[in-house]
C-alpha cells in the first residue's frame, strides 16, 4: 500500500509560554501542502525491514519515526512484519513536518492494511505520542478536503481546531527551501516566549493584504540574525508579487501565498 505524506506550512506562529515540561505552549495555522511530498510504501512481509531513497537522513533505521509508529502501534495491536520502502523528498530540518507527516501516515496505512478498525481520533492520539505535529498529518490525510485544509494549532502543537477561512481559497502556495538547516532546538533556544498582544485569530480575521504588517513567525527575528539570508529569500517573495511571505515553522522554508494566474 502506498500514501504519500504531504507537508504543511506555518501561517503566523506566536511562542506564548514555556511549559513546566520543558515543551512551549504555541498558536499557529497550519496548512497541509500536497507538493513536496514523500512517497511511502509499506507491505507485509516475513520481516521487518526499512529502505529509504531520495533525500539522506541523518538516524539509523530504527530510530526512524516510521519504524517507532509501527512498534507503538504494535504494542496494543497484533501486527505482523513489514517492508518499509521511504522516498524522501520533503527536507528535514526546513519547517515543513515531513518526518511527522511520515509517521502519521505510517499509522494511516498500518490501519487500513491489516483492518484493524482505528477511527481517526485514535490515530490522532497515537500520533501525538510520535510528535507534536503528528496528529495534524492524520487530519490533514483522512477526511478533509479542499486544496488548503487549515487547522488552528495551539498547546504544545497537539491541540487543534478546524477554522474556515474563505481568504484562503483558490491561492497559490510557493515554498522555497534554501541550502541551510536550522534545528529545531537552536529554534526554540532563542526565542523568548510573550503573550501576543493581539491573538492569532483577530489576526487572520483581516484581510489578506493587512497580513504582512500583523501576522508573524516568532522565530524568524532570531533566525534572521543568524542566517540573514533567509530574510533575502522572504523579500524575494514578495517581490515576486506575494500577498504574504513568512518562514514555515521553525525554518528554514519560507513560503509565499499568490493570487491565482
Given at each position: 500500500m502506498i500514501i504519500f505524506p504531504k507537508c504543511k506550512i506555518n501561517i503566523g506562529l506566536q511562542i506564548i509560554e514555556k511549559r513546566s515540561d520543558g515543551y512551549h505552549n504555541l498558536e499557529s495555522l497550519f496548512c497541509d501542502v500536497n507538493s513536496?511530498?514523500?512517497?511511502?510504501?509499506?507491505?507485509?512481509?516475513?520481516?521487518?525491514?526499512?529502505?529509504?531513497?531520495?533525500?539522506?537522513?541523518?538516524?539509523?533505521?530504527?530510530?526512524?519515526?516510521?519504524?517507532?509508529?509501527?512498534?507503538?502501534?504494535?504494542?496494543?495491536?497484533?501486527?505482523?512484519?513489514?517492508?518499509?520502502?521511504?522516498?524522501?523528498?520533503?527536507?528535514?530540518?526546513?519547517?515543513?513536518?515531513?518526518?511527522?507527516?511520515?509517521?502519521?501516515?505510517?499509522?494511516?496505512?498500518?490501519?487500513?492494511?491489516?483492518?484493524?478498525?482505528?477511527?481517526?481520533?485514535?490515530?490522532?492520539?497515537?500520533?501525538?505520542?510520535?510528535?507534536?505535529?503528528?496528529?495534524?498529518?492524520?487530519?490533514?490525510?483522512?477526511?478533509?478536503?479542499?486544496?488548503?485544509?487549515?487547522?488552528?494549532?495551539?498547546?504544545?502543537?497537539?491541540?487543534?481546531?478546524?477554522?474556515?477561512?474563505?481568504?484562503?481559497?483558490?491561492?497559490?502556495?510557493?515554498?522555497?527551501?534554501?541550502?541551510?538547516?536550522?534545528?529545531?532546538?537552536?529554534?526554540?533556544?532563542?526565542?523568548?516566549?510573550?503573550?501576543?498582544?493581539?491573538?492569532?485569530?483577530?489576526?487572520?480575521?483581516?484581510?489578506?493584504?493587512?497580513?504582512?504588517?500583523h501576522l508573524f513567525n516568532d522565530f524568524e527575528k532570531h533566525i534572521f540574525e543568524k542566517h540573514p539570508e533567509l530574510a533575502l529569500y522572504k523579500e524575494e517573495l514578495y517581490k515576486q508579487g506575494a500577498i504574504y511571505a513568512s518562514m514555515s515553522?521553525?525554518?528554514?522554508?519560507?513560503?509565499?501565498?499568490?493570487?491565482?494566474?
Amino acid at each position: 500500500m502506498i500514501i504519500f505524506p504531504k507537508c504543511k506550512i506555518n501561517i503566523g506562529l506566536q511562542i506564548i509560554e514555556k511549559r513546566s515540561d520543558g515543551y512551549h505552549n504555541l498558536e499557529s495555522l497550519f496548512c497541509d501542502v500536497n507538493s513536496p511530498c514523500d512517497i511511502l510504501e509499506i507491505v507485509e512481509s516475513d520481516k521487518l525491514s526499512f529502505s529509504i531513497y531520495g533525500r539522506e537522513l541523518d538516524c539509523t533505521p530504527d530510530e526512524n519515526i516510521c519504524i517507532k509508529a509501527f512498534k507503538l502501534l504494535g504494542k496494543d495491536y497484533k501486527i505482523p512484519p513489514t517492508e518499509f520502502h521511504l522516498y524522501k523528498n520533503i527536507p528535514s530540518g526546513a519547517g515543513l513536518g515531513g518526518g511527522s507527516s511520515d509517521g502519521a501516515c505510517t499509522l494511516i496505512i498500518l490501519n487500513k492494511l491489516f483492518e484493524l478498525g482505528i477511527d481517526k481520533h485514535t490515530l490522532a492520539s497515537y500520533a501525538a505520542k510520535l510528535g507534536s505535529d503528528c496528529p495534524f498529518f492524520i487530519y490533514a490525510h483522512l477526511g478533509l478536503e479542499g486544496d488548503i485544509n487549515p487547522m488552528i494549532v495551539s498547546g504544545r502543537g497537539d491541540v487543534l481546531e478546524r477554522i474556515d477561512l474563505p481568504v484562503l481559497a483558490g491561492l497559490q502556495i510557493k515554498i522555497v527551501t534554501p541550502p541551510i538547516f536550522v534545528s529545531t532546538a537552536d529554534a526554540y533556544g532563542g526565542v523568548v516566549p510573550k503573550v501576543p498582544t493581539t491573538p492569532l485569530r483577530e489576526i487572520l480575521k483581516m484581510p489578506l493584504e493587512q497580513w504582512r504588517d500583523h501576522l508573524f513567525n516568532d522565530f524568524e527575528k532570531h533566525i534572521f540574525e543568524k542566517h540573514p539570508e533567509l530574510a533575502l529569500y522572504k523579500e524575494e517573495l514578495y517581490k515576486q508579487g506575494a500577498i504574504y511571505a513568512s518562514m514555515s515553522g521553525s525554518g528554514s522554508s519560507l513560503f509565499g501565498l499568490f493570487n491565482t494566474p
